[in-house]
C-alpha cells in the first residue's frame, strides 16, 4: 500500500514539475517578449534607425510584387495591352485638360470686367453706390436695429474726424501680409514698394500657342523703379512624358521667367552693400572694402533661376523653382479670384479648413507617396 502511495506521490511530484517548468516557459516567454519591445522602443528614438527605416519604405513605395513575374507569358502579354491603353486614355486626359484651359480662357474674359471694376475702387477710380456698398448679412449675424444705428452714427463721426482716404490703402500688401506664403516674402524694406502696387491680373496664352500663363503687377509711378508693369510667365505642359506616360496627372509648370526691373539708382532693394576690412599680411597695413551682395526680397520672384538645357538644377535652385512654382499657382488660382476675401482674412480660414483635410485624406490613403508630392521639378495644375 506504501509503494502504491509512493508511487502515486512520485506520479503527483512528476506533474507539479512539468506543470512548474511550464509556468517557467511561460514567463520566460513574457520576459522575451518585454525585453524585445524594450529594444524595440528603444531604436525607434534613434534617430539614425529611423532615418534608415524611412529610406528603406521609401524604396519600398511602388515597387510591384512578385505576383506580375510569376504570371505566365500569355497573360504578362494581356498585361502589356492594358498599359497601352492607359497610354492612350493619358493623351485623351490630355486633351480634356487643353479644352479646360480653353475654358478658363474663355471664363476669364467674362470674369475681367468685375476685376476691373474691382482695381477702380481699389484705386479710386470708381467711387461705389449705396446700393453696391450694401452687404447682408446671415440672419444670425444681424444685430439689433437701434444698436445697428448707433455703430453707424459713430462710424459717421470718426469718419468725418479722420482725412478721407482713396480707395482701399495698400489693399494688395495687405492681402501678403495676411498670406503666409506670400507673407514669408516680403521684407520691410518690400513693404513702402508693394504700397504702390495698384493689381495683379493673369493671362492665359492664346488658342494655339503652347500652354502658359503670366502674372501681371500693375504699378503707379513710384521712387523705387520707372516699370508701370512687372510680369512673371509660366510655361506650361499637357502631355503625358514619352518616357513615363503614366505620371500624367494633368497640367505640369515646367519653367517660369521673370522681367528686367529698371530700379532708380540706390533705390534697388533686391541687392545690398556691406562693408569689410582687409588686413595686409606683410605691411599689416587695413583697408575697407565695398561690396554688392544679394539681399533678401519680395522682388526676386521676377529674377528665377533659369533651368539649363539638361534639365539638371542644384539643390538651391531647385528648391527656389518649387516654391516659386507654388507661388504662382497659388496667385492664378486663390488670390487673384478671390483677393477680397485675403484682405479681409476670410479666405484664409477656408484655406487652413481645406488644408486640415487633405492632411487627414493623405493620413488615410494608402497610395499617398511622400516623395512623390514633394517633387520639386514640377508643379501640377488641377
Not at 21 to 36: F, L, P
Not at 47 to 57: G, T, Y
Not at 224 to 252: A, C, H, I, Q, V
Amino acid at each position: 500500500m506504501a509503494n502504491i502511495d509512493n508511487k502515486e506521490q512520485t506520479e503527483l511530484d512528476q506533474q507539479d514539475m512539468e506543470d512548474v517548468e511550464d509556468v517557467e516557459e511561460e514567463e520566460t516567454g513574457e520576459e522575451a517578449n518585454s525585453k524585445a519591445r524594450q529594444l524595440t522602443a528603444q531604436m525607434m528614438q534613434n534617430p539614425q534607425v529611423l532615418a534608415a527605416l524611412q529610406e528603406r519604405l521609401d524604396d519600398l513605395v511602388g515597387t510591384p510584387t512578385g505576383y506580375i513575374e510569376s504570371l505566365p507569358k500569355v497573360v504578362k502579354r494581356r498585361v502589356n495591352a492594358l498599359k497601352n491603353l492607359q497610354v492612350k486614355c493619358a493623351q485623351i486626359e490630355a486633351k480634356f485638360y487643353e479644352e479646360v484651359h480653353e475654358l478658363e480662357r474663355k471664363y476669364a474674359a467674362l470674369y475681367q470686367p468685375f476685376f476691373e471694376k474691382r482695381s477702380d475702387i481699389i484705386n479710386a477710380s470708381y467711387e461705389p453706390t449705396e446700393e453696391e456698398c450694401e452687404w447682408k448679412v446671415d440672419e444670425e449675424e444681424d444685430i439689433a436695429e437701434d444698436l445697428k444705428e448707433k455703430a453707424k452714427l459713430e462710424e459717421e463721426k470718426k469718419d468725418e474726424e479722420k482725412e478721407d482716404p482713396k480707395g482701399i490703402p495698400e489693399f494688395w500688401l495687405t492681402v501678403f501680409k495676411n498670406v503666409d506664403l506670400l507673407s514669408d516674402m516680403v521684407q520691410e524694406h518690400d513693404e513702402p514698394i508693394l504700397k504702390h502696387l495698384k493689381d495683379i491680373k493673369v493671362k492665359f496664352s492664346e488658342a494655339g500657342q503652347p500652354m502658359n500663363f503670366m502674372l501681371e503687377f500693375h504699378f503707379e509711378p513710384n521712387e523705387f523703379f520707372t516699370n508701370e508693369l512687372l510680369t512673371k510667365t509660366y510655361k506650361m505642359r499637357s502631355e503625358p512624358d514619352e518616357s513615363d506616360p503614366f505620371s500624367f496627372d494633368g497640367p505640369e509648370i515646367m519653367g517660369c521667367t521673370g522681367c528686367l526691373i529698371d530700379w532708380k539708382k540706390g533705390k534697388n532693394v533686391t541687392l545690398k552693400t556691406i562693408k569689410k576690412k582687409q588686413k595686409h599680411k606683410g605691411r599689416g597695413t587695413v583697408r575697407t572694402v565695398t561690396k554688392t551682395v544679394p539681399n533678401d526680397s519680395f522682388f526676386n520672384f521676377f529674377s528665377p533661376p533659369e533651368v539649363p538645357e539638361n534639365g539638371e538644377l542644384d539643390d538651391d535652385a531647385e528648391a527656389i523653382l518649387t516654391a516659386d512654382f507654388e507661388i504662382g499657382h497659388f496667385l492664378r488660382e486663390r488670390i487673384i479670384p478671390r483677393s477680397v476675401l485675403y484682405f479681409t482674412g476670410e479666405a484664409i480660414e477656408d484655406d487652413d479648413d481645406d488644408e486640415g483635410e487633405e492632411e487627414a485624406d493623405e493620413d488615410h490613403d494608402p497610395d499617398f507617396d511622400p516623395k512623390k508630392a514633394q517633387n520639386p521639378a514640377e508643379c501640377k495644375q488641377q
